[in-house]
């Protein structure tokens, strides 16, 4: 039905009127113009619309009036709300109000097209018949005001096509709310796929990003499509989008303006529709300023921006999470906390966040024994989770090196020395009893021995 469909515009600005109109009528949608909210309700009482789009600052009955209005009388009509540029509460207010959809001025006859197609889409009408209540993913556990804050928000704009950059910093969850937010979506049902654009060098991450055709250069065996492309329909990550070089950047930007996107050494652009998400854990603003990221692309990205607060900054989410993660690793058997020990926890500054966290509460559980935890069962300060240490163990003693999945090391401890540390601790805690020391660090008998006899460990057999 969408290109046929009937939209009320309300807007007191005639010359946004007339571009609306100009824009809209080309596309063959039946305009109906007003340039206040009184005569929006007068039309939406004697007619009916597909849907309403409406300026958020009107004299006399404003646009969130005007869409209160419509609750009020129950009408179905989806609206999309014309936000004032920059003013991100404006938007954020207007999706909490029950919007469709928000557009920030000024806006392109593009833009304006792009979201009047998706808002009047069967999708989204689906989804918003179903009063929007998608499949979550895994739970995000606070009660910090900040944070909480910041989930209304993210799910108020998850209904909404707008960009969202996620700021914090890292293991602070920003991917858990960039996959928050695709899974609270009308996208949910299509692919979410990130990439990380600090992990590979600009040439390899354009081919990643766009995708290549055969022998667009050496090496290109074969067509390769790109991670855009295969986002089709659904939501892109682009994770540390800081690190991207600034060549690259421009032709980010591009295929942003123009929802199009060229692969490496291909004829013509393929139409992309993807809802885009990016995060960083520097401060992309100074990054600007440094002359090392674009700031065009900035604007673009920066449409709704979110930022986590570190975990040393929300005390009660420490006990909370450390519960959280102990019953995850041990069920609902798992000791409480000694207040001692959760002082020890809060007093500790976090540098890798929950992520570090999670690791730590993952060696207590295993080193306390089912007892009630110690401070020194947490190993903090030591980055790494048991498991990445297990799969180094596993590499280099028993198995042909792999390509080592699994490792994550970004403290300046070596590896040889957490696992020494590691080894001592469990044993230690286990008295001795090699076997099951072995047994809970997931390594052989023999691979224990070989280690121990490396470190001269004196112990009873
Ligand atoms: N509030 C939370 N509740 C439960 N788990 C969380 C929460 N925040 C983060 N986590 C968990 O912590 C880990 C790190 O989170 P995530 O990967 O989203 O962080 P990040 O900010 O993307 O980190 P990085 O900057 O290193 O990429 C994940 O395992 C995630 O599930
Ligand atoms: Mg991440």
Redesign the pocket.
Known sequence: MTRDAKILVADDDPQMQLAIQSCLARSGYQLTMVGDGKSATEKLESDSFDLVITDQRMPEMTGQELMSWIQRKEIATPVIMITAHGTITQAVEAMQAGAADFIAKPFSTEDLERIVERVLSPENAAFRAKGKKAAKG?????NDPI?IRMLEVAEAVARSDATVLIQ???????????RLIHASSPRVHQPFVAVNCAALPATLLESELFGHEKGAFTGAQNRKIGKFELAQGGTILL??ISEMELALQAKLLRVLQEREVDRVGGQSPISIDVRVLA?T?RNLEETVKAGKFRADLYYRLNVIPLT?PPLRQRLS?IKL?VE?FMRQYLGDEAPALSGEVLTALQRHPWPG???EL?NAVERAAILSRGQTPREADFLLGQANSLASQVTVEVTQSDAEPTSGAGLSIRSGTTVQEMEKALILETLRATENNRTLAAKMLGISIRTLRNKLHEYNFEGPE
């Open positions: 895994r739970p995000i556990i606070t944070m914090g910093e890292s293991g602070t969850g920003k991917e858990l709310i960039a994770d540390e995060t854990n986590l989410d999470l959280h966040n929950v992520r999670q």
